[in-house]
């Protein structure tokens, strides 16, 4: 049998309800939803003042059946393709709800009690978004026609997250369910597992009935209902209409997890995207010009907002000197964008009035720890380096050690002391000093290198790092970087990146290349 048209599935207060959640979190999104026909049924559009320029369109089915189309109007593919996918499934789970319903209600048509409460819980259940709400109204509804003394519903957990009857008979009938749920749980995992127990006669309770909140995807919780002794027993119609309320409720609870999903998803993809765009922005567009010498660098993004960032920059008023900073904000997000931005102007302007590297370093420090307090930290690699003579001035706050690659071969490790930035008020840091004659190169990087991760869980590595930059001896700056970033990405294989990976490396040209000091 055909399915039905989505618009006679899904009453229209529900469907724009269900359109409201997803898009309520960004301005700029709009949806439709259309019947096979192409009639539209449902629709909230973008404000006049934003403009979406992608529209996606999803197809919306039941058992493979289509019952109409979902429009997504948003800024960019990779939002609109998000709330799309989640938003047809919650439409899908619905409209799945509902049919699931009339098969069961047709085929207890002569019980016009039964198909009056369903009906209903139905209408109810499709507008509800808290689970404890659809829990308290699916307790109350099954409460009526089954006649229990005292109910409950408990969440996953097997925590109470709603009652009815007085609290010394819930607390008793909690404690008793146990047994209950041990045999639920041992049962067929099929959608709506229904289970009684019949307890001793000098129990309070002469039976107890009981269902899983379950679907496919997993348990939601268990309604539990139980009648004095000396009452009658459940009946088999009784069963039923318990196991199917309950199949109703466990996918109304799960249609809002979606529903929370496509919110949740749409604020953090808003959040990564602004992070991101903050963080490419502080990345040097080109580098300065300098006779004798070659700047290359990598960066690869991972695929959340982290907080790596390089920069290369003349110092005011100190001729051809040049400041060099690579750099590892903890944290992600916009948080840590911020944190990034705010420490590279903070370099900058400290590094204008100071020959000294640790003690530009610690004059940053002492403004973050004094005056943001935002609990995130900076690990920084800050050198000056004099063209002219080579000579280059480094200090270290809490970041991987930088590396001097010799023309003939030999690798020296610097790693001068100084604690993370914004951690504490005594930097601790001392800066060193190195001579970079001609083929000699300066190569810093960040952990997004030596903590790359392969297939099989294993990191990259200081070890083999090194091995890599003592074979690239007399290669010129860009030769260094290329070589190490596709050695990184072939050790990684199919694995994603866990963190952003950043290389900076600055080589003096050798004498016999023309160009020297």
Known sequence: MPAPKLGRLIDRASLDGLLAAAVAVSPELGA??????????????????????????RPVAVDGAPIGTLEIRAGDERTARAVGDLLGRAIELAATEVRARRAVTAAAIDDLRELALLSRLSDTLASAVDPADIAGCVLSTVSRPLGPSVGLVLGPDDAVVATSGSADDVARLHADAGSLIARLRGEDPSIGSCAEVETPSDERFGTILGAFLRTARGHHGTIVLGRPSGSAP???GDRQLLASVAGQAAVAIERTGLQRQVVERQALDQELAIGRRIQISLMPRRFPTIDGWEIASAYEPAREVGGDFYDVFRLRDRGDCIGLVV???????????????????????????????????????????????????????????DPATGRLILARAGHD??????????????????????????????????????????????DGVTEARSEDGSFYGEDRFRERLVALAGASAGEIVQAIDRDVAAFRGRAEPSDDLTLLVVRRRPLEAGIGS
């Open 32 to 57: 439709r939803l259309l019947d096979p026909d192409g009639t539209e049924i449902a629709a909230i559009h973008p404000p006049p003042t934003r403009t979406a320029s992608v529209n996606v369109r």
């Open 234 to 236: 459940f009946t088999a």
């Open 327 to 385: 750099a590892d904000v903890t944290g992600k997000g916009i948080p840590a964008a911020i944190l990034m931005a705010d420490a590279r102007g903070l370099i900058h302007a400290a590094a204008d009035q100071s020959g000294d590297p640790a003690e530009t370093l610690a004059r940053v420090n002492r403004i973050l720890v004094d005056e943001r307090a935002s609990g995130l930290f900076v690990t920084v690699v800050h050198a000056v380096l």
């Open 401 to 446: 050690p930088v590396h001097v690659l010799r023309a003939d071969g030999r690798l020296e490790i610097l790693t001068p002391p100084g604690r993370l930035i914004g951690m504490v008020a005594d930097l601790a840091a001392t800066s060193v000093e190195v001579s970079l004659e001609p083929g000699d190169a300066f190569v810093g990087h960040t």
